[in-house]
């Protein structure tokens, strides 16, 4: 496997591995020229309507169609529902908690709560639901389907039973653990807080079918805390 940089798309590089076909329905730098650039590389598969807004299902028939191999996505369908399943079955007391995920930018953090997010439409399957607090909060987020909540707010993040984030660097992530309103917070001195790298990070942004097994491995010890959790 070759890892690529999701904020730098070198064509390039992706030129030298001689790809039949380009996935790029979550490539949220991809821009016109870009595409136009890829294009000449391969024919390449994009969002049809807003990024991080199409469904998991359809997205999966969409590209096993374009590989001319629809029943192989039906079969990469099947198995994430098992993953999905069994974790629910392995821990029950996942119904009903809440989450938050977010990403910490310099002074604010952008936090997913639009309920048609694909992040957000993953963690109801797992029985989880976006924490309201944070949910109804007024404001326009700096991607789609969140909310942008200042460090000053940080406090809410207590009442979540569970938090994700990630970081664009080390140094954000120090800035944001070491805020006087952060730091202090009980569930960021908890286990049920989990800092996420880059590749389950940007698993979690858009769960493809094909990545939700892998995901839920990378979330399952945060989550049985928070399934436990009164």
């Known amino acids: 496997m070759t890892w690529f940089d999701p904020m730098n798309i070198n064509t390039e590089r992706i030129a030298g591995l001689r790809p039949d076909l380009i996935l790029a329905s979550t490539a949220f730098t991809l821009d016109e020229p870009t595409y136009k ?4 590389v391969a024919p390449v598969v994009t969002y049809e309507k807003r990024l991080y807004g199409a469904d998991a299902t359809e997205e999966a028939l969409r590209i096993g169609r374009a590989l001319g191999n629809e029943q192989g996505a039906r079969k990469v369908l099947d198995t994430a529902d098992r993953a ?5 079955a392995d821990l029950p007391g996942l119904a009903g908690k809440t989450y938050l995920y977010g990403q910490a930018r310099d002074g604010f953090t952008v936090m997913i709560t639009e309920e048609t997010n694909a992040t957000a439409r993953f963690m109801n399957r797992l029985g989880l639901t976006p924490l309201p607090a944070v949910a109804n909060l007024d404001g326009k987020g700096s991607v789609p389907g969140a909310v942008d909540v200042s460090h000053e707010r940080a406090a809410l993040y207590d009442r979540a039973d569970v938090l994700f984030m990630t970081y664009q660097s080390g140094a954000l992530q120090e800035k944001f653990e070491s805020d006087p309103i952060v730091s202090g917070l009980r569930i960021v001195k908890s286990d049920r807080y989990l800092p996420l790298g880059v590749e389950a990070a940007t698993a979690l942004q858009s769960p493809n079918a094909a990545a939700v097994p ?3 491995g990378e979330l399952r010890a945060t989550l049985a805390t928070a399934a436990s959790a009164r």
């Open 214 to 216: 892998w995901l839920i």
């Open 84 to 88: 999905v399943e069994k974790l629910k």
């Open 37 to 40: 650039r890829l294009s000449t």
